[in-house]
C-alpha cells in the first residue's frame, strides 16, 4: 500500500493543486451538518469526510470505540500515535483513485461525503492547558529592540531555553468567533494613576499551535523522540494581545489579563505525519543548548504563513505579513521537552503556542507591534486606511501552508474580527 | 429548621471542641473505602459520611441526578449556590442530634458512616484552570525588599490590582502525595552560564486555594455579587516553589517550570457557607481601587494557619510559620472580579491561589524565602536541624481553622513529603 504522504497519490474526489486538503494532507476537525451531532471528520478537497458514519458502518478496525462520534479529538488522539498512523492510512485508502470501496458506493459517498460550505466547524478539541512560548528570535529581539534598546534585546536567559508561560485555556476559540475588545487596567507613561477601560493598543500574534495527543507522567522527564510521538499535529494560533493591558500588568508575574480574552485556532488539525515531507533543521543555536535540549533530527518545518488584514470600509483583505515557520529558534520538540523538564504533566489537549513567529525581513514581522514599531510607523492599507493596533470591525485572517510538488498541504484559516467593547 | 451555621447546633456523632470537622462545618471531599469506587463525602467529627449512598437511598431531593456517585465534585458544584445550601442544610439536618431519620436508623447508619480512618482521600475536584495571585503585601514587600531594596519593595502595579498568573493545572495533588524535586536550569550569579540539575532552593508557599463552582462567559465581566456566589469553597494550598529555577527563567514572563512541578491542595472543601461567620473586613485598600475592584462586603476571613516542618531525623513536627488569612490585601472575590475583567471566561473547577499569606511579624511569613530570609538566616530546629530551603526527606504540614465559640470550623491539613530527583 502506498504511503499517504505519497506525492504520487490522487483521490477519487477532485482537488485543486491549490488546495490546502489534497489526499496528502487529511487533517482531522470537529464539525455538524444536515441536523447531525457535532462529530469528527476529515477536510478533502471541497469536502469534508464524516468519520462518525464510516466508524457506525463498520469500515475502522477500532469501530467499536466510538472515538469518532465525539465533539472532540481528544478520545481519538488518546489511542496514541500508532493508531493516529494506521487511522490515516486507512482513510487515504478510502478516498484513494484505485480504491473502489467508498468511490463506487454511491450511497456510502452521500452519506459521508459532506460539502465543506454545507458544514459548521467547531473546537477541534479540548484544550486541557494552554502554554504559550515566546521562541522566535526575530520576534524577541524586536521586542527587545522596541523596549529596551539594540544592547540589551535578548534577555540573558532567552538563549538557554524556550521561554514560555501558562496562558488561559478557557478562552481559546475556534475561527470565526468574533473578538470583544477587552477592557482592562490602562496606565499611560504620562497618567500618575491607572485607568479601567477599552484596550487602545489591540494586537494580534501569528504563531502555530501544537496539539499534544498523549499524556505524560507528573515527575517524569521527556526525551526528544518521546515528545515527537506525543505531538498529534498543528493548527495556526492567533494570540490576540492587549499590550497597553500587557505593559501594565506583567511586571514581575507575567501576561495575565493582557492575553486571557481570546485566543484563535484554526479549526483543522494538520497530523504531524502529514508535515513530515517538510522537515528541516532549525536556525544553528548558538551558544549549544544544555543536554536535554539537543536535537538529533531536523525538528523545524518549511511552512508559509501569510497575515491579511480587512477594516470594515474595505472591500477585500490586505496581506500585512508574510513568513515562514522554518524561522523558529527553539522547534515545538525542544518546547515540550522543556515544558515536562521539572516534572510538569502533559495532558492529551495540550496546546502550546510557537511564540509570534517573524523573520529575518521586515515583511516578514508577526505583529501590529513590530509591524508598526510601537505605534511609530502605521501600516497604511488600500484606501487610505492606517493602522497602529486593531480597531472595531477590522477582520485579522491568518492562513498557512506547507508547498510540495503540484499540492499543499495546508491549515486552511483562522479569522477572527473585532467587536467593541460594551 | 436551624440553620447550618447555628453554633447551638449538634450532632448525633459526638464531636471534639478541637475537632476540625464539627456539624457546622461539613466539608465536601471525594474518597474510597470498603472496596468501592471513588464518591463524595463530607468530614463530621471521626467520620465520612458517604454521600451517595445516601442519594442512592433516595435521600436528596435531587437523587436521580447522581452528583455524588462521581470522582469529583464537579457536577455537584455545576447545580449553583441554591444547590449548595439546600443540599448543606439537608445534610445538616440528617447529622443533627434531634432528628431521628439517621440516628435511629442502624443499618443506614452503618452504610454511610465510615471512620475517616479507614477511607483514602482523592482529589476532591478536577481542576479546569489553575491561577496563582500575590495577593498578600507583606510577602510581596518582604520578597521586594529582598531582591530590590526597600525603597523599591513594591511593584508600582501592586497596590491598583490583584496580581496573578496562569499556573499549571495538571499537577494538582491531593495532600499526601509525595513531591520530587524537580529539576531545572540554574545559573547562580557566579556562573557564565546555566547547567541543569536538581533544584537547590526548594520553597513551600503557605495559601489559600478558592474553588470556583459556577462557569462566567467569555466577555463578560463580574460584579462583587456574582464573583462571591460563583464560590464555591476554599482548600489550603502548598504552592511549591524552585527558588533557583524561577530566579533564572521568570523574566520577562513569569514563572513556568519552577511552579509547574506540583501544588498540593487539602481534600476537604470546605463551603464559603461554613465560613460564613468568621467574615471581616480586609486591610484599608489605599489608594482606593478603580470602582470594578471595589467592595461594598467584608470578603476577608478571620482563619488561623500554621505550617509545620519535620526532617525525616526528626521525631515530631515543628511549627515554622503561624499566621492568618485575614491579612490578605486583595480578596478572592477581588481577585475574581479581576480575573474576568478583560472578558476571561471561569469554569466549574477553577482553583485561584491567595498568593502567599504572610503577617506583619516574623512569625507569620508564609515561606522559607522569607523566613531564612533568602537563605542568609537559617531557621534552627529541634534537634541542631538547621534549614535555609526544604531538603529531601522534610514532610511539609500546612493547617488552617477558623475559631468559633467552642467549635472550630477546619480545613483537615495538606501534607507533602520531598524525595529526591532521580
Same mark, same amino acid.
Given at each position: 500500500?502506498?504511503?499517504?504522504?505519497? $506525492?504520487?497519490?490522487?483521490?477519487?474526489?477532485?482537488?485543486?493543486?491549490?488546495?490546502?486538503?489534497?489526499?496528502?494532507?487529511?487533517?482531522?476537525?470537529?464539525?455538524?451538518?444536515?441536523?447531525?451531532?457535532?462529530?469528527?471528520?476529515?477536510?478533502?478537497?471541497?469536502?469534508?469526510?464524516?468519520?462518525?458514519?464510516?466508524?457506525?458502518?463498520?469500515?475502522?478496525?477500532?469501530?467499536?470505540?466510538?472515538?469518532?462520534?465525539?465533539?472532540?479529538?481528544?478520545?481519538?488522539?488518546?489511542?496514541?500515535?500508532?493508531?493516529?498512523?494506521?487511522?490515516?492510512? !486507512?482513510?487515504?485508502?478510502?478516498? !484513494?483513485?484505485?480504491?473502489?470501496?467508498?468511490?463506487?458506493?454511491?450511497?456510502?459517498?452521500?452519506?459521508?461525503?459532506?460539502?465543506?460550505?454545507?458544514?459548521?466547524?467547531?473546537?477541534?478539541?479540548?484544550?486541557?492547558?494552554?502554554?504559550?512560548?515566546?521562541?522566535?528570535?526575530?520576534?524577541?529581539?524586536?521586542?527587545?529592540?522596541?523596549?529596551?534598546?539594540?544592547?540589551?534585546?535578548?534577555?540573558?536567559?532567552?538563549?538557554?531555553? $524556550?521561554?514560555?508561560?501558562?496562558?488561559?485555556?478557557?478562552?481559546?476559540?475556534?475561527?470565526?468567533?468574533?473578538?470583544?475588545?477587552?477592557?482592562? *487596567?490602562?496606565? $499611560?507613561?504620562?497618567?500618575?494613576?491607572?485607568?479601567?477601560?477599552?484596550?487602545?493598543?489591540?494586537?494580534?500574534?501569528?504563531?502555530?499551535?501544537?496539539? /499534544?495527543?498523549?499524556?505524560?507522567?507528573?515527575?517524569?522527564?521527556?526525551?526528544?523522540?518521546?515528545?515527537?510521538?506525543?505531538?498529534?499535529?498543528?493548527?495556526?494560533?492567533?494570540?490576540?494581545?492587549?499590550?497597553?493591558?500587557?505593559?501594565?500588568?506583567?511586571?514581575?508575574?507575567?501576561?495575565?489579563?493582557?492575553?486571557?480574552?481570546?485566543?484563535?485556532?484554526?479549526?483543522?488539525?494538520?497530523? !504531524?505525519?502529514?508535515?513530515?515531507?517538510? !522537515?528541516?533543521?532549525?536556525?544553528?543555536?548558538?551558544?549549544?543548548?544544555?543536554?536535554?535540549?539537543? *536535537?538529533?533530527?531536523?525538528?523545524?518545518?518549511?511552512?508559509?504563513?501569510?497575515?491579511?488584514?480587512?477594516?470594515?470600509?474595505?472591500?477585500?483583505?490586505?496581506?500585512?505579513?508574510?513568513?515562514?515557520?522554518?524561522?523558529?529558534?527553539?522547534?515545538?520538540?525542544?518546547?515540550? /521537552?522543556?515544558?515536562?523538564?521539572?516534572?510538569?504533566?502533559?495532558? /492529551?489537549?495540550?496546546?502550546?503556542?510557537?511564540?509570534?513567529?517573524?523573520? $529575518?525581513?521586515?515583511?516578514?514581522?508577526?505583529?501590529?507591534?513590530?509591524?508598526?514599531?510601537?505605534?511609530?510607523?502605521?501600516?497604511?492599507?488600500?484606501?487610505?486606511?492606517?493602522?497602529?493596533?486593531?480597531?472595531?470591525?477590522?477582520?485579522?485572517?491568518?492562513?498557512?501552508?506547507?508547498?510540495?510538488?503540484?499540492?499543499?498541504?495546508?491549515?486552511?484559516?483562522?479569522?477572527?474580527?473585532?467587536?467593541?467593547?460594551?
Amino acid at each position: 500500500m502506498p504511503h499517504p504522504n505519497d $506525492p504520487k497519490l490522487r483521490s477519487f474526489i477532485p482537488v485543486d493543486p491549490s488546495s490546502d486538503f489534497p489526499i496528502q494532507n487529511l487533517p482531522y476537525g470537529v464539525f455538524s451538518a444536515r441536523g447531525r451531532t457535532p462529530r469528527v471528520g476529515v477536510a478533502i478537497g471541497d469536502y469534508v469526510l464524516d468519520l462518525c458514519e464510516l466508524e457506525q458502518d463498520g469500515r475502522f478496525a477500532f469501530a467499536e470505540i466510538g472515538v469518532f462520534s465525539q465533539a472532540s479529538l481528544n478520545p481519538f488522539m488518546a489511542l496514541g500515535p500508532k493508531m493516529w498512523s494506521k487511522t490515516r492510512a !486507512r482513510i487515504s485508502e478510502l478516498l !484513494r483513485y484505485d480504491h473502489p470501496e467508498l468511490r463506487d458506493d454511491e450511497g456510502l459517498r452521500k452519506l459521508v461525503l459532506v460539502p465543506i460550505g454545507e458544514v459548521k466547524l467547531h473546537m477541534p478539541f479540548a484544550v486541557s492547558g494552554y502554554t504559550d512560548f515566546y521562541s522566535s528570535k526575530e520576534h524577541a529581539t524586536n521586542v527587545g529592540v522596541m523596549f529596551r534598546g539594540k544592547d540589551n534585546a535578548l534577555q540573558p536567559n532567552w538563549l538557554h531555553m $524556550p521561554i514560555g508561560y501558562n496562558g488561559r485555556a478557557s478562552t481559546v476559540v475556534v475561527s470565526g468567533t468574533r473578538v470583544k475588545r477587552p477592557r482592562g *487596567q490602562l496606565k $499611560p507613561p504620562s497618567a500618575e494613576a491607572p485607568h479601567f477601560g477599552p484596550c487602545k493598543r489591540l494586537d494580534f500574534e501569528l504563531e502555530m499551535g501544537v496539539v /499534544v495527543g498523549q499524556a505524560s507522567k507528573m515527575g517524569e522527564m521527556l526525551s526528544e523522540q518521546q515528545a515527537e510521538e506525543m505531538i498529534f499535529g498543528f493548527v495556526i494560533l492567533n494570540d490576540w494581545s492587549a499590550r497597553d493591558i500587557q505593559q501594565w500588568e506583567y511586571v514581575p508575574l507575567g501576561p495575565f489579563q493582557a492575553k486571557a480574552f481570546a485566543t484563535s485556532i484554526s479549526p483543522w488539525v494538520v497530523t !504531524r505525519e502529514a508535515l513530515e515531507p517538510f !522537515r528541516l533543521h532549525g536556525p544553528a543555536q548558538q551558544p549549544e543548548p544544555l543536554a536535554y535540549l539537543r *536535537q538529533a533530527q531536523p525538528n523545524n518545518y518549511a511552512m508559509e504563513l501569510d497575515v491579511s488584514l480587512r477594516a470594515s470600509q474595505m472591500n477585500a483583505a490586505q496581506t500585512i505579513c508574510r513568513t515562514n515557520f522554518k524561522y523558529m529558534y527553539w522547534s515545538s520538540v525542544q518546547q515540550l /521537552v522543556h515544558h515536562a523538564s521539572s516534572g510538569c504533566a502533559m495532558n /492529551v489537549g495540550d496546546l502550546l503556542g510557537s511564540g509570534t513567529i517573524s523573520g $529575518p525581513e521586515k515583511h516578514q514581522r508577526g505583529s501590529l507591534l513590530e509591524i508598526s514599531w510601537n505605534g511609530s510607523e502605521p501600516v497604511t492599507l488600500d484606501g487610505g486606511v492606517t493602522r497602529t493596533f486593531l480597531e472595531d470591525g477590522d477582520s485579522l485572517v491568518m492562513r498557512g501552508w506547507c508547498q510540495g510538488d503540484g499540492y499543499r498541504v495546508g491549515f486552511g484559516e483562522v479569522e477572527g474580527t473585532i467587536v467593541k467593547a460594551e
